[in-house]
């Protein structure tokens, strides 16, 4: 690169900055189009609405309220990844949607929940049930719904359907691309659908109606007798047409008809300050960690740093682009990125400095410092983004926000880092810092034998999950349950109090919220506010006789509630059985995809099952931490795993491609000394990466604990610990269980 063009790459470099950081801070035209301040943010952050429901009917089972919050949580998540559905009582289901204040808005658009009906056009008699009215070009009914439940005309109702889903074909004759919405129908529904078909059929190709809501979705003809259990609706315009049919039958099919209830202004579960600490404690973070990149590495850290604030402005501008929810676990994957878009810089810097030692020319070393470093770098970002995916795609709620953001951050990390990083380092080379001082070269030195250590990194790491795991047995056997589970997962105490006034969200959660969370113990009292009363509902863990008539006394003399307006109910979890089984089923499938693609890259199955078991290893260990210190299990429990997985897998990696580096070096017959002479050399030659990495990682992490609410400090606190083992077990327990595998298990095992 010559001066002139380094010259230009450094003033683009500072344009594109301002361009962003004056997009995000700023935004533009009247709508401050692009500013942060329009990221959606999730109920935890921000609130939104919450919808009552209540269930109508005498045949109303949990089996019935399970199916129906099931479906509920697929058709919601249209609003957000974020929204929650859960039980409230016998026969009441809650909708929680974040990122939205207009409540009658989403009812609309939601409709009536169990009110799907399919009706015969006409009647045994050959009267209409329904008709085209010429004016609005729309069909009426001619007659009640009861009406028409006692002359047969509805054919088919919400629960003869299993399944509605969109699809596209394209037409054999015209190769045009046709949208469908395929059914799928139960037994007794096939048998009815059969017989209603038929009829239709043979009646001249008449209709049957898909009424919903009080509104005829679509009324198609029928070509033929439908008897197999599936049927298809055609003429849709595009696919998204197709989509909302599906979704409406999906929603109108539940088992259970829902009456509203009544819709609430939900508060920021993590309380109104919990954005502005966050945003001050990431700016902070994101400043040290700058500002060490410069001390270790002198000017490529100053470059990494430049790099750093350019991937931070595009994630936050994407962000707002792609109208993503960021919640808490969203925040959490947004620092494993800017974790791992610091290790791809160390790892580079670090492979620059060490040809730099070998005595290589500053030109020379940079060029092949980002060769060498680019399979690292694509290996753990590859493996963790494959991991986000299959997150994405089969995960629910946090989980798939989770997913979202890490897996955006991933992408535009490995971008900063392998090409802004590496023009902006070049374009300071170009314009004149060319001596060797600026890049500050690391000396050579011997390897530390960390396989002689194995047999103690094995034994202390199975001693801290015995004992963690005998402790959350002992608090188990003394009834106080092996994990403290906050209401996410195992329900709660629901608390509806009247005022004397109405309060706003801020005084709530100023004034109110921490006197409950002192009586109750609860750092995470979620509230809700009624929108036009002086009603507040609190939600927290379940609460017992004695701690109700504590708090009621509390609120009646601290804060002038009415005493005969303090009602109480159970609620249940706002993480359903289905979707811990959704988020348990994500995991594994990414666990194995995560194998299959390091044994398809290192070519030895040994690499994979070592860095798997680690994985597990760390997990572990992170749960029995929860269990031990009594951390609330709630939805960040999810992300923060998640994060703990992201994270250490990544450092697996770049130690394995060192290994599969040092490998082919080795000349001759393959010894075990020579094996562990390339584990010992490979771990230490990475060291500071993993040290450096870790420690830039922990420093985000650290300032959000110290800076962050109560709830946050909870999810901070378990992320330390994970950042600190994970760096642990790469480098003290990942070589050593590959080396032990290579030497003992497999037709290419090394003899003695």
């Not at 529904?189 to 679509?218: H, M, P």
């Not at 040809?355 to 060498?372: D, I, N, P, Q």
């Not at 303090?566 to 359903?576: A, D, G, M, Q, Y």
């Not at 992170?622 to 795993?641: E, K, L, N």
Request: net charge neutral; aromatic share 8%.
């Amino acid at each position: 690169m010559k001066k002139n063009k380094g010259i230009g790459v450094l003033i683009a470099t500072a344009a594109v900055i301002a361009l962003l950081a004056f997009t995000t801070i700023v935004g533009f035209g009247p709508k401050k189009t692009g500013a942060a301040e329009h990221i959606k943010l999730g109920l935890d952050l921000a609130g939104g609405v919450s919808i009552t429901y209540q269930a109508q009917g005498d045949k109303i089972t949990q089996e019935a309220m399970d199916d129906t919050i099931y479906k509920l949580q697929k058709r919601v998540d249209q609003y957000s990844t974020e929204a929650t559905v859960y039980q409230e009582g016998d026969d009441r289901i809650n909708i929680e949607i974040p990122g939205v204040s207009d409540a009658n808005k989403v009812l609309t658009e939601l409709g009536k929940p169990g009110s799907l009906y399919f009706i015969a056009h006409k009647d045994a008699e050959g009267n209409e049930n329904y008709t085209l009215d010429t004016a609005t070009g729309e069909y009426k009914l001619t007659k009640e719904l009861s009406e028409l439940q006692e002359n047969g005309g509805i054919v088919l109702n919400g629960t003869d359907v299993t399944s509605a889903k969109a699809g596209q074909y394209e037409d054999q004759q015209s190769g045009a691309a046709q949208y469908v919405v395929e059914l799928t129908l139960t037994k007794e529904g096939t048998k009815k659908f059969a017989e209603a078909t038929k009829t239709a059929f043979e009646a001249g190709k008449d209709t049957i109606g898909i009424y919903y809501d009080d509104t005829f979705v679509s009324v198609p003809s029928v070509n033929g007798e439908i008897s197999g259990g599936t049927a298809e609706i055609t003429g849709m315009a595009n696919f998204e047409e197709a989509e909302n049919l599906a979704s409406t039958i999906r929603i109108g099919g539940l088992q259970l008809e829902l009456h509203e209830l009544r819709s609430n202004v939900v508060g920021a579960q993590l309380g109104e300050e919990a954005v502005s600490t966050s945003l001050k404690a990431g700016a902070i973070g994101l400043a040290i960690v700058i500002i060490f990149m410069c001390v270790v590495y002198l000017l490529p850290g100053l470059a990494s740093g430049l790099a750093l604030l350019i991937y931070t402005g595009l994630t936050l501008v994407v962000l707002n682009a792609f109208d993503i929810t960021l919640t808490l676990p969203g925040i959490a994957g947004i620092i494993l990125s800017i974790g791992m878009a610091v290790d791809a810089n160390v790892i580079i810097f670090a492979r620059v400095r060490e040809e730099l030692a070998a005595g290589r020319t500053v030109r020379t070393a940079l060029k092949t410092g980002f060769e060498k470093a680019l399979s690292a770098i694509i290996d753990g970002n590859v493996t963790t983004l494959i991991a986000a995916l299959v997150l994405g795609l089969k995960g629910t709620g946090s989980v798939k926000g989770f997913a979202q953001t890490l897996a955006l951050g991933i992408v535009l990390s490995m971008f900063t880092a392998i090409f802004v990083t590496k023009f902006i380092v070049n374009a300071l080379y170009a314009v004149g810092f060319r001596d060797v001082k600026f890049y500050n070269p690391k000396s050579g030195k011997g390897s530390i034998d960390f396989l002689a250590k194995k047999k103690y990194f094995f034994a202390f790491s199975i001693a801290i999950m015995v004992i963690g795991f005998g402790i959350m047995g002992f608090n188990a056997s003394q009834g106080k349950g092996a994990f403290n589970y906050s209401l996410d997962f195992k329900g709660g105490t629901s608390t509806n109090v009247t005022f004397d006034k109405e309060y706003t969200l801020k005084e709530v959660d100023a004034e109110i919220i921490p006197v409950i969370e002192k009586i109750t113990g609860d750092k995470n009292v979620q509230q809700q506010i009624v929108k036009g009363t002086t009603q507040v509902i609190f939600k927290t863990q379940t609460l017992d006789l004695e701690t109700r008539e504590k708090l009621s006394k509390a609120l009646v003399e601290k804060f002038g509630a009415k005493e005969d307006q303090i009602t109480t109910e159970n609620i249940s979890s706002t993480v359903s059985k289905e979707m811990r089984a959704d988020a348990v089923v994500a995991v594994v499938i990414a666990a194995i995809c995560m194998l299959l693609y390091i044994w398809f890259r290192f070519s030895d199955i040994r690499f994979a099952t070592s860095a798997v078991t680690a994985l597990l290893h760390d997990v572990l260990v992170v749960i029995a931490f929860y269990g031990v210190a009594r951390i609330s299990v709630g939805t960040t429990f999810i992300a923060c795993i998640l994060t703990i997985v992201g994270y250490s897998i990544n450092a697996t990696i770049v130690i394995f491609d060192r290994i599969r580096e040092e490998l082919k070096t080795i000349h001759g017959v393959k010894t075990k000394e020579k094996i562990q002479e390339v584990v010992n050399r490979s771990i230490t030659r990475t060291l500071t990466r993993s040290i450096y990495t870790s420690l830039t990682t922990f420093i985000m992490v650290a300032v959000l604990y110290v800076m962050g609410v109560s709830s946050i400090k909870e999810f901070a606190l378990p992320l330390m610990v994970g950042i600190v083992w994970g760096a642990y077990s790469s480098v003290c327990i990942t070589g050593s269980l590959w080396y032990l595998m290579k030497t003992k298990i497999g037709k290419n095992k090394i003899a003695e």
